[in-house]
Every structure is written in structure tokens, then in C-alpha cells.
């Protein structure tokens, strides 16, 4: 088997996360078949949205679930950095022996540089000949290129670029992610307006969830929204504005 790395990207909610599932629930079925543990899947210990970690002691690591939005999950381990990654490959693979699939989610929201990203990434998949499969943004709240996936994209051996469905027009051309800050609350309803250009890059949050009480709107929320919907005030736009 060669090694390859397939990047899944996008905006939110299009359905990143899913593919990636498929990919590690085909791996776990066929590590069952076989009696082995031939998979890991890991996401940063930052992304607690739809399930928590718990500490393994023993094993030294935390435990949590990756789950996409159509509520999907699978067994994953949380780690903090791109060298965090690294480490807990190695750990499993001297428990279990060597790991041909290694997917790993929400790769923007490890702590790292690109190029350390690159080279462990290029380490599992051409130098150890592990299948590597990564979901990630691919640009940010403001539209802008979202390291380290576009730099991955480069060296990828694969990338499928996904669109998700504008919340505003309803287009099938959702290419950028909305963030919006709540301001208000008036008869039980949020406000939410455009992140300026200058707020912080990342903020971890989800959609806006149904029959959500009044006093729990989260402070941020983000939405699929086509180029034409998609909103910066205080970008700057040097040659041309819409």
C-alpha cells in the first residue's frame, strides 16, 4: 500500500467532516475484520462543540469523539499541536503496530507552523506510507486564505474542494464562511451582525441551533454564504467593493 494524503475542504458545513468519517469508519470495520487496530483519528483538544475529552491516564492521551453536523461520530484522540499529532501516532503505532490510516480533523485549529505541518503530514504519508486523510477550512471568516490547509492542498495527493448551500440565497454555491456576533436580544430572538475584519481569527463555534433558550445564544455563530453573501465590514478592498 502507498502512502497518499487527501485533503477534504471547504466551507462550514459542507460536509468535510462526513467524507472524513466515511473514510476512518471503513478503516475501523476493516480493522474488526482483520483483529487490529489499523486507524487513529485525532482533532484539536480546542474543539469541544458536540462532545467533551476525558483523560486517559494510563495510555497518556485524551479521548473524545470526532461528530460531523449530520451526526456522524467516531472515537478519536485530542491533541493541541501539529508535534502533539506526531507523538500520538507514535504511541499507538508502538502499541498497536503501524497505523495505515491517520485522519485528522479541524486541521486549522492546531498550534503550529505550516511548514511543521507539511513535514509531518509528508512524514506519515510518503515516508511511512500511511493513508492520510485531513478536513480543514481552506479560507477564513474574512475570506482569506486559512493556513495550513491551502499550504497542504499544494502537497496533497488528493483534494476535494467542497460547496455547502448559502443561507441566504439558498444557492449551491456556499464557498466562504459567515461569522457573526450576537448583539442583541429582542422578543426572545438573536441579533447577529458581520465580525468586523480585525476581530480575533479563530473563534471555535458552530450553527445557530434550533429551539435554543433565549439566555444560551452563543456569542458567535457561522454560516455557509456564497461569495455574493458574504460579509466583512472593514475589509479592505483596494481595487474594487460589492
Same mark, same amino acid.
Given at each position: 500500500?502507498?502512502?497518499?494524503?487527501?485533503?477534504?475542504?471547504?466551507?462550514?458545513?459542507?460536509?468535510?467532516?462526513?467524507?472524513?468519517?466515511?473514510?476512518?469508519?471503513?478503516?475501523?470495520?476493516?480493522?474488526?475484520?482483520?483483529?487490529?487496530?489499523?486507524?487513529?483519528?485525532?482533532?484539536?483538544?480546542?474543539?469541544?462543540?458536540?462532545?467533551?475529552?476525558?483523560?486517559?491516564?494510563?495510555?497518556?492521551?485524551?479521548?473524545?469523539?470526532?461528530?460531523?453536523?449530520?451526526?456522524?461520530?467516531?472515537?478519536?484522540?485530542?491533541?493541541?499541536?501539529?508535534?502533539? #499529532?506526531?507523538? *500520538?501516532?507514535?504511541?499507538?503505532?508502538? /502499541?498497536?503496530?503501524?497505523?495505515? $490510516?491517520? +485522519?485528522?480533523? !479541524?486541521?486549522?485549529?492546531?498550534?503550529?507552523?505550516?511548514?511543521?505541518?507539511?513535514?509531518?503530514?509528508?512524514?506519515?504519508?510518503?515516508?511511512?506510507?500511511?493513508?492520510?486523510?485531513?478536513?480543514?477550512?481552506?479560507?477564513?471568516?474574512?475570506?482569506?486564505?486559512?493556513?495550513?490547509?491551502?499550504? #497542504?492542498?499544494? *502537497?496533497?495527493?488528493?483534494?476535494?474542494? /467542497?460547496?455547502?448551500?448559502?443561507? $441566504?440565497? +439558498?444557492?449551491? !454555491?456556499?464557498?466562504?464562511?459567515?461569522?457573526?456576533?450576537?448583539?442583541?436580544?429582542?422578543?426572545?430572538?438573536?441579533?447577529?451582525?458581520?465580525?468586523?475584519?480585525?476581530?480575533?481569527?479563530?473563534?471555535?463555534?458552530?450553527?445557530?441551533?434550533?429551539?435554543?433558550?433565549?439566555?444560551?445564544?452563543?456569542?458567535?455563530?457561522?454560516?455557509?454564504?456564497?461569495?455574493?453573501?458574504?460579509?466583512?465590514?472593514?475589509?479592505?478592498?483596494?481595487?474594487?467593493?460589492?
Amino acid at each position: 500500500m502507498s502512502g497518499k494524503i487527501v485533503v477534504y475542504t471547504g466551507p462550514m458545513f459542507s460536509g468535510k467532516t462526513t467524507f472524513l468519517l466515511s473514510e476512518l469508519e471503513a478503516a475501523r470495520i476493516s480493522g474488526e475484520i482483520r483483529n487490529r487496530n489499523s486507524y487513529v483519528a485525532i482533532k484539536p483538544i480546542i474543539d469541544r462543540r458536540y462532545s467533551d475529552f476525558r483523560s486517559d491516564e494510563e495510555f497518556g492521551v485524551y479521548v473524545g469523539s470526532i461528530d460531523s453536523h449530520s451526526g456522524n461520530s467516531i472515537k478519536c484522540y485530542g491533541a493541541e499541536s501539529f508535534e502533539d #499529532i506526531y507523538n *500520538i501516532v507514535k504511541r499507538i503505532e508502538e /502499541r498497536d503496530g503501524k497505523l495505515e $490510516i491517520i +485522519g485528522i480533523d !479541524e486541521l486549522n485549529l492546531f498550534k503550529g507552523s505550516p511548514s511543521e505541518a507539511l513535514e509531518i503530514l509528508e512524514y506519515f504519508s510518503h515516508g511511512r506510507n500511511s493513508r492520510v486523510f485531513c478536513a480543514g477550512l481552506d479560507t477564513n471568516y474574512r475570506g482569506e486564505p486559512f493556513s495550513p490547509i491551502p499550504e #497542504i492542498m499544494s *502537497i496533497a495527493d488528493e483534494v476535494y474542494k /467542497r460547496r455547502a448551500v448559502c443561507k $441566504i440565497c +439558498g444557492s449551491l !454555491e456556499a464557498t466562504r464562511t459567515q461569522r457573526l456576533d450576537l448583539v442583541d436580544v429582542k422578543n426572545g430572538k438573536p441579533i447577529y451582525t458581520p465580525s468586523p475584519y480585525d476581530a480575533e481569527t479563530i473563534i471555535v463555534g458552530g450553527g445557530l441551533e434550533e429551539n435554543i433558550e433565549a439566555k444560551n445564544f452563543p456569542k458567535h455563530i457561522y454560516e455557509p454564504r456564497c461569495i455574493a453573501h458574504h460579509e466583512v465590514p472593514g475589509k479592505p478592498r483596494r481595487y474594487w467593493s460589492f
